[in-house]
């Protein structure tokens, strides 16, 4: 499966799969095989940064 390309379809991507099927980041990227640097880019793009507490972008 591939992760949307626009930052704000992947905001609402990662927050919902994180929301309900993952407890990190870093399990949602490993499970998704996908570069962790880079969607942290993507989104710092638009300024969202991950809360590890809250396990969403912000």
Same mark, same amino acid.
């Given at each position: /499966?591939?992760?949307?390309?626009?930052?704000?379809? +992947?905001?609402?991507?990662? $927050?919902? @799969? +994180?929301?309900? %099927? *993952?407890?990190?980041?870093? #399990?949602?990227?490993?499970? /998704?095989?996908?570069? @962790?640097?880079?969607?942290? #880019? @993507? +989104?710092?793009?638009? $300024? *969202?940064? %991950?809360?590890? =507490? @809250?396990? =969403?972008?912000?």
């Amino acid at each position: /499966m591939s992760i949307p390309n626009d930052p704000v379809m +992947l905001l609402s991507f990662v $927050n919902t @799969k +994180l929301r309900d %099927y *993952y407890h990190s980041l870093d #399990a949602f990227c490993e499970d /998704m095989n996908c570069d @962790k640097s880079i969607i942290i #880019a @993507k +989104l710092s793009a638009i $300024n *969202y940064i %991950y809360d590890e =507490q @809250k396990n =969403q972008f912000v």
